[in-house]
């Protein structure tokens, strides 16, 4: 199994409609990470959670909210899809307490998000 | 703020040819740099890192890049390319950023090999 488990998979929505997608890892790794994917642009942040105590935005939060349920599991909420949600969302974990603390992500498959 | 730009949204290589994925960075303090490949539908995994220990790093399936602080560049590279190379890799910064770290990921080159 996954250490990282990201579901749906897949999804396809209509405008307007909400839209969970949800993370959950067994890495025990306190930092949580969601990311979209969108060709020619790379991957950008959206949310991140240091702890289950703590949420971030990221640099294109705007239409997104997040809850972090546990240490395991991260949810990303979009209230009211649109067209230009539609991507690829990944969520990430990384752990600052394996010796060098630098960053490195461990990632889910990824949820391919259709928003017509 | 620190940013990351990939030269080359595609690259095309001969199978057995060298493979050359082009990276540099902006940063103000010794960044932690990473390079990350991304089979199709798949999520995406570490292919190596650059934390200062040494400017070399060797990764995984044979790449290796060069850290080279007075041209900001991480390239990848690999002397000979596999037909089970071709993937997108993604270039990464991370920043620092309170408690922990941000990575910052270049657009992304998409690597073909041709038999």
């Known amino acids: 199994d996954a250490d990282v488990t990201q579901t749906p998979r897949n999804r396809i929505t209509k405008t307007g409609k909400r839209i969970m997608l949800e993370c959950s890892q067994t890495?025990?790794?306190?930092?949580m990470y969601w990311y979209r994917q969108d060709p020619g642009l790379g991957l950008r942040l959206i949310y991140y959670s240091f702890d289950v105590k703590d949420i971030n935005k990221g640099e294109i939060s705007d239409g997104y909210s997040v809850s972090r349920q546990a240490q395991a599991k991260f949810s990303l909420s979009l209230e009211s899809a649109i067209p230009n949600q539609t991507a690829l969302y990944f969520c990430?974990?990384?752990?600052?307490?394996?010796?060098?603390?630098?960053?490195?992500?461990?990632f889910g498959e990824g949820s391919r998000l259709t928003v017509l | 703020a620190q940013s990351v730009t990939q030269l080359g949204s595609h690259v095309s290589v001969s199978e057995g040819a060298l493979v050359l994925l082009r990276c540099n960075y902006s940063s103000s303090v010794p960044p932690y740099l990473f390079w990350y490949v991304q089979y199709p539908n798949q999520g995406l995994q570490l292919l190596l890192k650059y934390t200062s220990a040494a400017t070399l790093v060797k990764g995984i399936n044979g790449f290796e890049a060069e850290f080279k602080k007075s041209e900001t560049s991480f390239h990848l590279t690999k002397p000979s390319a596999h037909m089970s190379d071709a993937a997108e890799y993604f270039c990464?910064?991370?920043?620092?950023?309170?408690?922990?770290?941000?990575?910052?990921f270049g657009a992304g080159t998409r690597l073909f090999v041709k038999a």
């Open positions: 990464a910064v991370s920043d620092q950023l309170g408690g922990g770290f941000k990575t910052i």
């Open positions: 890495k025990g790794h306190d930092r």
């Open positions: 990430a974990t990384s752990d600052p307490w394996t010796g060098a603390d630098t960053g490195e992500l461990f």
